[in-house]
């Protein structure tokens, strides 16, 4: 059944995620909510997070990083110092690409705002919006703490400062009908960002939303109008020139997430910091989630890891099928054969997608895997049928 396995070629994109887990103040979004800014030594976290830094780089260096992403609770009131100094050791350990994608996702606020222009100086080039909404009642329902107009003034103070930026909405929020999402979906194209990602509502166990629907506060989007708004949004995208390139993300050529398209694509990424994740080498890391516990672990190991575990092939031919499948461009089946250790032949259940194409819902060109238009909010029950 398995195959040797190849190991990424030095030429391979790396990806480097920095974790900042640090907010503002308490918000629904936030693991570490006692944890907000003013209570963060900023010097001892500078030297825990290059410290983190200096055990990953130990064991993937030789491979320039193609790209940089911090994220988290609020990365962008990381003192501009500290990302700077983190670039910096980022560059020595591992080399840059030569186009390099310096990722922050930041909030919308006024107050981080004021920071982008020295965020940008400390060598971020790209920029990631949490707008969520174009709408003031929107907004409180999702929990946000700016307003539209503050948001939008955040928008232009980052299209002056940063060489690329994207933002974010949510749509199928209650009592939005397609009329209401297209025109604030054809506001936000009229922006003129080379990037958006749209996101439809999602009501997740255990969350405050969930919470909401059992309580009989809001209805949750009827999933045939839900499909309808997923239609307007491909269609609306697509003749503004920024098509989906994944579910979710649409973006003008050339101007996709190259930090995301890593993970998509199943390539290498190291994670540090509180609760970061990281793929390199066969391995799945997982740094220890709580704040404190991952400093302790840093002074007791000189990593913040909680796990390190091998990969099975199978294992790692699902993830690299479950993540792939989301693109427009597919899986190489013929690639995740050779870097998971599993042979084609088994790779995936070819009776199925023999089943499926012929249902117009997926497509195998040559070796090349991919779900159509058709298939595409159908996704999650494809994917069971043909991952073995």
């Not at 997430?257 to 890391?285: C, E, F, K």
Request: glycine share 8%.
């Amino acid at each position: 059944m398995n195959a040797p396995i190849v190991n990424p070629s030095l030429t391979e994109p790396l990806a480097l995620y920095v974790h900042w887990p640090f907010c503002v103040s308490k918000c629904p979004y936030c693991d570490f909510n006692s944890h907000v800014r003013e209570g963060v030594d900023q010097a001892e976290w500078r030297t825990a997070l290059l410290k983190d830094m200096a055990h990953e780089a130990a064991l993937t260096g030789g491979r320039p990083l193609s790209s940089i992403f911090f994220g988290g609770g609020t990365p962008s009131l990381m003192p501009p110092e500290t990302v700077a100094a983190l670039l910096y050791a980022a560059e020595r350990h591992w080399g840059f690409a030569d186009d390099i994608e310096i990722t922050l996702e930041a909030n919308p606020s006024s107050v981080e705002a004021a920071r982008f222009a020295d965020i940008a100086a400390a060598g971020v080039n790209r920029v990631s919006l949490g707008l969520q909404a174009l709408e003031d009642d929107a907004l409180r329902f999702l929990g946000r703490a700016h307003d539209v107009a503050e948001g939008l003034a955040a928008l232009e103070t980052a299209q002056r400062v940063f060489d690329r930026v994207s933002f974010d909405l949510i749509y199928a929020r209650p009592q939005q009908g397609e009329a209401e999402w297209g025109a604030e979906l054809e506001r936000a194209l009229s922006f003129g960002t080379s990037h958006l990602s749209l996101y439809q509502l999602t009501i997740e166990p255990g969350t405050r939303f969930d919470t909401l629907v059992r309580k009989g506060a809001f209805v949750p989007a009827d999933p045939d109008h839900a499909a309808n708004l997923f239609e307007i949004t491909r269609e609306m995208t697509a003749a503004a020139g920024i098509p989906a390139y994944e579910t979710s993300n649409h973006a003008r050529f050339g101007e996709e997430s190259r930090h995301n398209l890593i993970y998509w694509r199943y390539q290498d990424y190291v994670g540090i910091g509180p609760g970061a994740h990281g793929r390199r080498g066969g391995m799945a890391t997982f740094r220890r989630k709580k704040p404190e516990n991952w400093l302790s672990a840093l002074a007791r190991n000189g990593h913040g890891m909680e796990q390190e575990a091998v990969l099975s092939p199978q294992d790692k031919a699902t993830e690299a099928l479950l993540m792939g499948l989301r693109l427009e461009e597919g899986v190489d089946l013929e690639r995740i054969a050779r870097i998971s250790g599993v042979k084609r032949d088994v790779l995936v259940d070819d009776a199925a997608i023999e089943r499926l194409s012929a249902m117009g819902l997926i497509a195998l060109d040559g070796g090349r895997l991919r779900v159509l238009p058709s298939g595409t909010l159908l996704l999650d029950a494809i994917l069971p049928q043909i991952v073995v």
